[in-house]
């Protein structure tokens, strides 16, 4: 059993910054790709950013150069530092892995709870 859990949401006023943490827990071997996204109120879930275990990273336009995107393969952690943050970036957003190997079984496509993160104009 694995579970990636988020932190570091809240409500934050325009221009400012939040730091999202989150980490993976079980017996875990090793994590492919880790990966934020978020969705907002009546709109579907959308890939905010994402990266490889090597480090490669991937953004979706509307945050590049605002967030960075960062992981700490040996605690299974991956980051995420919103800076710039817009009322539009209001959402919950999730951690997400494509593939979460432990000594017994290989996990694929696993989600977080969330966290919710709001920006006030």
């Known amino acids: 059993q694995v579970q990636l859990v988020e932190s570091g949401g809240g409500l934050v006023q325009s221009g400012g910054s939040l730091r999202l943490s989150c980490g993976a827990s079980?017996?875990?071997?090793?994590?492919?790709?880790m990966a934020w996204h978020r969705q907002a109120p009546g709109k579907q879930r959308e890939l905010v950013a994402s990266?490889?275990?090597?480090?490669?990273?991937n953004y979706r336009d509307s945050v590049t150069g605002r967030f960075t995107i960062s992981r700490d393969n040996a605690k299974n952690t991956i980051y995420l530092q919103m800076n710039s943050l817009k009322p539009e970036d209001t959402a919950v957003y999730y951690c997400?892995?494509?593939?979460?190997?432990?000594?017994?079984?290989?996990?694929?496509?696993?989600w977080g709870q969330g966290t919710l993160v709001t920006v006030s104009s």
């Open positions: 997400y892995s494509d593939s979460v190997l432990t000594r017994s079984a290989t996990y694929a496509r696993v």
């Open positions: 079980g017996s875990i071997t090793s994590i492919n790709v």
């Open positions: 990266i490889t275990r090597g480090g490669i990273t």
